[in-house]
């Protein structure tokens, strides 16, 4: 295995706050159900690993057949960097780490064809919706705001090659309720 896919889940429960104005608690726990597994599929035939801090997330991820590396309490940037060591530690030379909020994702394997440090950017280049990072060079997750230039910044830092790459599919990340307005997927 050199390559995996890690996916960062929240409880569902707790997942879109800042939708709470358009959706209810049951439509918005069903609606990051729904893109988690989305964005699962678009993993394809590569493995997968879920990372979280949630029994129900852990169980659900679990029952999908993927393998799950629980993060209590580490927060979003130090379990993502515990899960790349995790698989690294699993023999992949190569992590893609795609959020769960992707409701267009269709395919991620093209992600790892390059050796260094590809970057994914949300639709406002802002966030980092998927990185795909050579394990065992340290780098540093830094999500939130502005997290696709601090990301850029980390794999200069580490000297490692950078691809940066727009795609719809990809860029499409669903935070506000005017996110929701996103286009079919095909």
């Known amino acids: 295995m050199s390559v995996a ?45 879920v990372v979280c801090d949630d029994p129900g997330v852990a169980a659900w991820a679990a029952a999908l057949g993927v393998h799950v590396i629980t993060a209590p309490g580490r927060g979003l940037n130090r379990a993502v960097e515990g899960g790349v060591a995790h698989l690294a530690g699993r023999g992949c030379s190569q992590v893609i780490v795609a959020h769960a909020d992707l409701p267009m994702a269709k395919d991620l394997a093209w992600v790892a064809r390059w050796p ?27 999500y939130g705001a502005e997290s696709f230039a601090r990301h850029q910044h980390e794999a200069r830092r580490l000297g490692l090659g950078l691809r940066i790459v727009r795609r719809a599919d990809l860029a499409w990340d669903v935070d506000q309720p005017d996110d929701l307005l996103y286009p079919t997927p095909a």
């Not at 409880?11 to 879109?16: G, I, L, M």
């Not at 358009?22 to 597994?37: I, K």
């Not at 590809?118 to 990072?133: E, F, H, S, W, Y």
């Open 5 to 49: 896919v890690l996916v960062p889940v929240k409880a569902f429960a707790d997942a879109k706050l800042r939708l709470a104005t358009a959706l209810s608690d049951h439509e918005r726990s069903a609606l990051a159900r729904t893109m988690a597994e989305r964005v699962i599929g678009a993993a394809g035939p590569l493995p997968v690993a």
């Open 116 to 142: 260094g440090v590809t970057l994914v950017p949300d639709r406002r280049d802002d966030g980092t919706n998927v990185a795909c990072v050579p394990t065992g060079t340290g780098f540093r997750f830094s």
